[in-house]
T-cell receptor
Framework: GEDVEQSLFLSVREGDSSVINCTYTDSSSTYLYWYKQEPGAGLQLLTYIFSNMDMKQDQRLTVLLNKKDKHLSLRIADTQTGDSAIYFCAEMGSSNTGKLIFGQGTTLQVKP | DAMVIQNPRYQVTQFGKPVTLSCSQTLNHNVMYWYQQKSSQAPKLLFHYYDKDFNNEADTPDNFQSRRPNTSFCFLDIRSPGLGDAAMYLC??????????FGPGTRLLVL
């Protein structure tokens, strides 16, 4: 079945780059998403990538997609303390229901 | 400017007392979703509406119901809340099978 996996925790120093990784199993995924969740808040859409793309850049965010290995990564350049949050990777599968399959979330801790 | 609005942000109810959570949207999206999120876990889809067409996930308990009286509003009804239903409830909307936009969530506490 469909599954999405992420490492649970990442700690970086302010100003460094952060790389959050995600693997998925559904090779027919159409879109892959990154959402950010701050404590007590909803999910904020950060960025997404269509499955026929390899890379997408949006200001400090770079998404890389390796379809062969079913691997997605989110790079945050010049990480700030305000980037501390949980980051969820999600795929939209091929079932045409719009259902998102989420990873378990990566907690990013940014140390001053 | 808010696009997906959830009220209230915090809700306290008593064990077994029915409770209703509200979601509204200004995006005119066809699809509205309800998720349950427990601490340190990924959101879990409960059900969604595609226009007036209700779609329940297979493992959603009967205790959870939903209503969508019009395009803008969708309600989550919990008929007899148990302690295990304490969670964050997230509403999301999308155009048909496109990117989902989430509201700020309602945190439910069951006493």
């Amino acid at each position: 079945g469909e599954d999405v996996e992420q490492s649970l925790f990442l700690s970086v120093r302010e100003g460094d780059s952060s790389v959050i990784n995600c693997t998925y199993t559904d090779s027919s995924s159409t879109y892959l998403y990154w959402y950010k969740q701050e404590p007590g808040a909803g999910l904020q859409l950060l960025t997404y990538i269509f499955s026929n793309m390899d890379m997408k850049q949006d200001q400090r965010l770079t998404v890389l997609l390796n379809k062969k290995d079913k691997h997605l990564s989110l790079r945050i350049a010049d990480t700030q303390t305000g980037d501390s949050a949980i980051y969820f990777c999600a795929e939209m599968g091929s079932s045409n229901t719009g259902k998102l399959i989420f990873g378990q979330g990566t907690t990013l801790q940014v140390k001053p | 400017d808010a696009m997906v609005i959830q009220n209230p942000r915090y809700q306290v109810t008593q064990f077994g007392k029915p409770v209703t959570l509200s979601c509204s949207q200004t995006l005119n999206h066809n699809v509205m979703y309800w998720y349950q999120q427990k601490s340190s876990q990924a959101p879990k889809l409960l059900f969604h509406y595609y226009d007036k067409d209700f779609n329940n996930e297979a493992d959603t308990p009967d205790n959870f119901q939903s209503r969508r009286p019009n395009t803008s509003f969708c309600f989550l009804d919990i008929r007899s809340p148990g302690l295990g239903d304490a969670a964050m409830y997230l509403c999301a909307t999308s155009a048909v099978w496109e990117t989902q936009y989430f509201g700020p969530g309602t945190r439910l506490l069951v006493l």
